[in-house]
């Protein structure tokens, strides 16, 4: 997991809860690196699930809220040092579809080794898509709160139900996401 995805979640602590929060976090989960994370340093994602379920332990709120959480907080970030991939699309929606077509693509180039989630698309109707989360990481709730602050970003509204879907081939995560009204 790219060490960019460290250093913003142990910003997102140390800005909501306090630096001595962090730092108790990185010495409750005994993360081999030490928590010394750089943004283009590639770490394991179990350092990740370290961090949150110490987290998790000290605030007393269940790890997948805080991913939920830390992915509203790291698409916001994202907004702000990558404003070109936002301001190119004009809804949620075709924010979505350029996920994996070209956002992803750019990563690549930045960071071969950067092994990313797939995202697949499908369009329901006007107001109704399926967004299917492929990782060998579980954190499809970072994941719904990037997706909901992208949301808040285009000011469209959604509900978004959750679902695994189980196939011969492996497993997937579907947000089955719709336009609010």
Same mark, same amino acid.
């Given at each position: 997991?790219?060490?960019?995805?460290?250093?913003?979640?142990?910003?997102?602590?140390? *800005?909501?809860?306090?630096?001595?929060? !962090? =730092?108790?976090?990185?010495?409750?989960?005994?993360?081999? $690196?030490?928590?010394?994370? #750089?943004?283009? &340093?590639?770490? @394991?994602?179990?350092?990740?699930?370290?961090?949150?379920?110490?987290?998790?332990?000290?605030? &007393?709120?269940? /790890?997948? =809220?805080?991913?939920?959480?830390?992915? +509203?907080?790291? %698409?916001?970030?994202?907004?702000?040092?990558? @404003?070109?991939?936002?301001? /190119?699309?004009?809804?949620?929606?075709?924010?979505?579809?350029?996920? =994996?077509?070209?956002?992803?693509?750019?990563?690549?180039?930045?960071? @071969? =080794?950067?092994?990313?989630?797939?995202?697949?698309?499908?369009?329901?109707? !006007?107001?109704?898509?399926?967004?299917?989360?492929?990782? %060998?990481?579980?954190?499809?709730?970072?994941?719904? *709160?990037?997706?909901? /602050?992208?949301?808040?970003?285009?000011?469209?509204?959604?509900?978004?139900? #959750? $679902?695994?879907?189980?196939?011969?081939?492996? +497993?997937?995560?579907?947000?089955?996401?719709?336009?609010?009204?």
């Amino acid at each position: 997991m790219k060490g960019v995805v460290f250093t913003e979640f142990l910003d997102f602590v140390s *800005g909501s809860l306090g630096a001595d929060m !962090a =730092d108790d976090i990185i010495d409750d989960a005994d993360v081999a $690196s030490g928590g010394a994370y #750089t943004a283009v &340093g590639t770490y @394991p994602h179990t350092e990740m699930q370290a961090l949150v379920v110490a987290l998790a332990h000290r605030t &007393g709120t269940p /790890a997948p =809220d805080l991913l939920r959480l830390f992915g +509203s907080h790291l %698409c916001r970030r994202f907004v702000a040092k990558y @404003p070109e991939f936002f301001e /190119a699309k004009t809804s949620l929606f075709d924010f979505l579809d350029s996920v =994996d077509g070209h956002i992803h693509v750019e990563v690549h180039k930045l960071y @071969p =080794d950067a092994e990313l989630p797939v995202f697949r698309l499908n369009r329901r109707g !006007a107001d109704t898509i399926d967004l299917d989360y492929e990782s %060998c990481r579980p954190l499809e709730a970072l994941a719904e *709160g990037m997706i909901r /602050a992208a949301a808040d970003h285009y000011r469209q509204p959604v509900a978004i139900d #959750t $679902s695994r879907v189980e196939e011969e081939a492996g +497993s997937f995560v579907r947000f089955s996401i719709q336009h609010a009204a």
